[in-house]
């Protein structure tokens, strides 16, 4: 499966909310980022977390600036997000 | 949704040895089994290990190439793995440059290189921690004693999913002609998640 992202893509966060577990932080979502790197894939940790069949998929390494995130601040923030987690940023 | 990790420890501890009793009672588990799979696991986690592979990667820029570019293929020319539990974990290793550091966190649990570096400390498990580095990384720095200059970009690796992360720290000035164990022996844990120099 080829990945959906290459490095060096932007790419937004969904803003949803779910209401079972998730390893989207909550202080990351709806946050445009720049692709790092792929990780590879694997099973989604929201589905496995619900005992559901989970199909792997490409895993992210995404890097956001402290001011997306925070509002202000000049470090930046690498997260590891699964690519259902991301869409293009516009 | 996780809990602080600081204060339950003896709750979940009980917990964790109620369910490995009843697992042992329906004759799911062997308890030898565990104790085996659980002592080749811990082996090689110290960070002694994640220490050797930084003196290494500091004598051999082949070895610090590889280190950076495949932590997994790289770690087995010194006899270390990130595997021993159910399955090999990914590395990712990441280096301190005069103009950039890195720092580690796992702001959703815990996660963290057991396999290579043993049990994380226990503030690295606090929620002061986790939800502070994320958002005011040189003020978790400063309480560690650790001041970057204002030309150093800070770079917080969150280990949310699948990977594990270690830092390569900067090799210290004044160490031209120190052995490869001299050179581990300067390599601390705080140096290794990067909230401290070495």
């Known amino acids: ?90 | 949704m996780s809990g602080d990790h600081g204060g339950g420890d003896a709750v979940l501890a009980a917990r964790v040895r109620h369910v490995e009793a009843l697992l042992e009672d329906q004759g799911l588990v062997d308890p030898v089994e565990l104790d085996r799979a659980l002592t080749a696991f811990l082996a090689k986690g110290s960070p002694a290990s994640g220490a050797r592979a930084v003196a290494r990667a500091w004598l051999d820029e082949g070895f610090r190439t590889r280190l950076l570019h495949d932590a997994n293929a790289a770690l087995p020319e010194i006899g270390l793995s990130m595997g021993g539990g159910l399955q090999e974990q990914r590395l990712k290793v990441v280096e301190n440059t005069e103009t950039a550091h890195h720092v580690l966190v796992c702001t959703l649990c815990s996660c963290y290189p057991i396999a290579l570096l043993g049990p994380s400390p226990s503030w690295y498990k606090s929620e002061g921690y986790r939800s502070r580095v994320v958002r005011d990384p040189r003020g978790v720095l400063r309480d560690f004693g650790f001041y970057p200059g204002p030309e150093v970009e800070i770079t917080v690796w969150d280990a949310s999913a699948e990977s594990r992360y270690m830092v390569l720290p900067r090799r210290p000035a004044g160490t031209d002609g120190a052995s490869e164990t001299e050179l581990a022996a300067l390599v601390t844990r705080n140096g290794l998640i990067g909230v401290a120099a070495v």
Do not use: I, K
Not at chain 1, 15 to 41: F, Q, W
Not at chain 1, 53 to 77: C, I, K, N, W
């Open chain 1, 1 to 90: 499966m080829a990945d959906r992202f290459a490095t060096g893509a932007r790419v937004r966060t969904r803003r949803a909310d779910p209401p079972h577990h998730t390893r989207l932080p909550r202080y990351a979502r709806g946050a445009v980022g720049t692709v790092v790197e792929s990780e590879g894939s694997h099973p989604l940790a929201d589905d496995r977390a619900r005992g559901l069949p989970s199909a792997p998929q490409t895993v992210y390494a995404v890097r956001f600036g402290a001011a997306e995130l925070f509002g202000d601040g000049t470090h930046a923030v690498v997260l590891d997000l699964w690519e259902s987690y991301l869409e293009e940023a516009t």
